[in-house]
């Protein structure tokens, strides 16, 4: 079964009501008979992040610091277009597409899984004694997941994971709520966040130079969330980075530039004005590494704020259409004026945040907002997650 054709069903409903059943019959065959005669290899584990949409997040770092703990571990990716990322990812990986039956043969025979993402109930892949390590990719949420969100649609997580890694005590209730997850968590901290917590300035310097910005530019990160009512479509945000750019360079009397890191569930941002001080970064393959660089973070609803705090630096959330995106979009899962985050609404007041910015108490911004998730972040959850892995592996051997 093609993953072309399988996305061709998604998109046309009654296919999908009437063939999907069949799809999934197709699957559950596969793999069981991929177990009956290939049997589960303890030295595999596959890997995928949203949905094989990249070799990014969680997923990554778990896979890199496996390789260099065990070079002998198979290495396994899931992604939707593994040509494409020749060059992009280690050669000791080995690609395949997500959806194909190469992939379900992988993951049917695998002892370890690690997704940052939902299984769907059709991809119940795991049996006897194999392992699902979910990491998800937002551990300090502002919009409601999973049974939060949405109370009747089925999640495979709470019946087959049987790790998740958080970063946070709020990390490990929304967990628990949004997915009726009730097994083992291991709390040490994302594994893309090791790279915040250690804050490598020459890591830093290589990647702005990787992306042809000087270290005595600064860099705003603009990274706003999606919109449900708009999945797919180029949103329109209201913010006028030109001015929010002029801003900073008044602040501070030095050039800036704007990273622009559109969600990867829309089609990018229609912006007001575009010009060179603008970089679109929405293709770049690590959000952690431009969270790393950036001298200032403006976001919306996202949890890369929380991610961002580690590194205590500015954080500022512009949120002009607070009321429609919940009558709209998502509930959040707490008001804003209970939180120490600095809010805008409109334009003048985010340029009156930057006017009024202090990078001393910036950093103390980030603590109380750390305070506030109860975060525990390590620097060593890629490690952690490492360590369950191998000892599982030498437990059944």
């Known amino acids: 079964m093609s993953s072309k054709l399988v996305r061709k069903l998604r998109g046309n409903i009654r296919l999908r009501e009437g063939v999907m059943p069949l799809v999934s019959l197709y699957r559950h065959s596969l793999m069981r008979t991929a177990r009956l005669f290939c049997g589960i290899d303890p030295n595999k584990a596959v890997f995928s992040a949203f949905n ?28 939707r277009d593994p040509a494409g990322m020749r060059g992009k990812i280690p050669e000791y990986v ?14 049917a025979t695998a002892r370890f899984n690690i997704d940052n993402f939902t299984k769907r109930p059709h991809l119940d892949f795991k049996k006897g004694k194999q392992f699902y390590i979910q990491t998800w990719h937002g551990d300090r949420a502002f919009k409601k997941v999973g049974y939060d969100a949405h109370p009747y649609i089925p999640f495979i997580l709470e019946q087959e994971a049987d790790l998740a890694v958080v970063g946070s005590e709020y990390g490990e209730r929304q967990f ?7 097994g083992e968590i291991l709390k040490e901290g994302y594994p893309r966040n090791d790279l915040l917590v250690r804050n490598d300035p020459e890591q830093a310097l290589s990647v702005r130079a990787g992306i042809g910005v000087d270290g005595e ?25 030109s001015r929010a750019l002029d801003a900073l360079e008044k602040k501070t009397g030095r050039p800036w530039k704007c990273l622009l890191r559109a969600h990867y569930l829309s089609g990018g941002l229609n912006l007001r004005a575009q010009e060179e001080r603008i970089l679109d970064m929405t293709g770049y393959g690590e959000m952690a590494e431009l969270l790393l660089i950036a001298d200032v973070l403006i976001t919306d609803y996202s949890s890369c704020a929380g991610d961002y705090a580690l590194l205590r630096r500015p954080i500022l959330l512009f949120q002009e259409d607070l009321e429609d995106y919940q009558s709209q979009n998502r509930q959040l899962y707490f008001a804003m004026e209970d939180s120490p985050y600095w809010v805008a609404r409109d334009q003048a007041e985010l340029e009156k945040l930057i006017d009024d910015l202090d990078w001393g108490k910036a ?6 907002i750390l305070e506030f998730y109860g975060t525990h972040e390590t620097g060593r959850a890629s490690d952690a997650v490492c360590d369950y892995i191998l000892s599982k592996r030498e437990e059944l051997r």
């Open 217 to 241: 530019t600064g860099l705003l990160l603009y990274a706003p969330t999606y919109r449900d009512n708009q999945r797919g479509g180029r949103q329109k945000p209201g913010i006028d980075l």
């Open 52 to 79: 094989g949409r990249g070799y990014c997040d969680n997923s990554r770092y778990i896979s890199e610091q496996l390789h260099r703990r065990d070079p002998q571990m198979q290495i396994v990716w899931l992604l």
């Open 363 to 368: 950093a103390q911004n980030c603590d109380q």
């Open 176 to 182: 628990r709520s949004a997915f009726h997850y009730r």
């Open 94 to 107: 080995r690609a395949v597409p997500s959806l194909s039956w190469k992939a379900y043969w992988e993951m």
